[in-house]
Each structure stands twice: as C-alpha cells, then as structure tokens.
C-alpha cells in the first residue's frame, strides 16, 4: 500500500510565499514522475508542474517564474515553493506520483489527499 501525504497549504496575502510538501511511503519499489495538480472551485483539475526522476521539470504557464518544483529522490518527497502568489492561485493542490509498487506491479499514479492553498487580503 501507498501513502501520499501533502502538507503546507494555508492562507496567505497576495505576493506572499507557501511551500508545500508531499511525502511517499509504504511498499515503494520505483518512484518515477512526481508533481503537483490543482483545481479551484468549478474548475477542472490542471496541471502545476511536474518533475522526472532525474529532474527535469515542466510548468503550467501560469506559475512560470513563481514557482518551483524539486524533489529528494532518497526522501521520496516533492516539494512546490510557491512565490509572488496571486488570487487566482486558490485552490486545492494535489501531489501526485507514478509509482512502481515492491510487488512489481505497472506503474500507476497515486494522488495525495489535497491541501487547500487560499490566497486573499
């Protein structure tokens, strides 16, 4: 079984900064891409960024020279530095990794359980 557990959401004014943290545990064989998706309320869920093993990284558009993806490959974590932070970043922000189980099972994603980022004056 695995775990995604997310933390570091919260409230923050405009321009201010959030980092947020997710951490994989249980029967991890594998990790390969990890990133970060959020969805605002009557939104569709999309992408934020994204980063591979070795890490490269890809970025929504919209959080381009705001944000930064990273990952501890030995600490099976991502994190998200979230900078310059506008409105229209509110929203839940999920973790996600593609993992290859000890059972050797095809990799799949896996979703954390969301952290609510609002950002407001």
């Known amino acids: 079984q695995v775990q995604l557990v997310e933390s570091g959401g919260g409230l923050v004014q405009p321009g201010g900064s959030l980092r947020l943290s997710c951490a994989a545990s249980?029967?991890?064989?594998?990790?390969?891409?990890m990133g970060w998706y959020r969805q605002a309320p009557g939104k569709q869920r999309e992408l934020v960024a994204v980063i591979t093993r070795g890490g490269s990284i890809n970025y929504a558009d919209s959080v381009k020279g705001r944000f930064t993806c990273s990952r501890d490959n030995a600490k099976n974590t991502v994190y998200l530095q979230m900078n310059s932070l506008k409105p229209e970043d509110t929203a839940v922000y999920y973790c996600?990794?593609?993992?290859?189980?000890?059972?050797?099972?095809?990799?799949?994603?896996?979703w954390g359980q969301g952290t609510q980022v609002t950002v407001s004056s």
């Open positions: 249980g029967s991890i064989f594998s990790i390969y891409d």
């Open positions: 996600n990794a593609v993992i290859i189980t000890s059972d050797f099972r095809p990799a799949r994603d896996y």
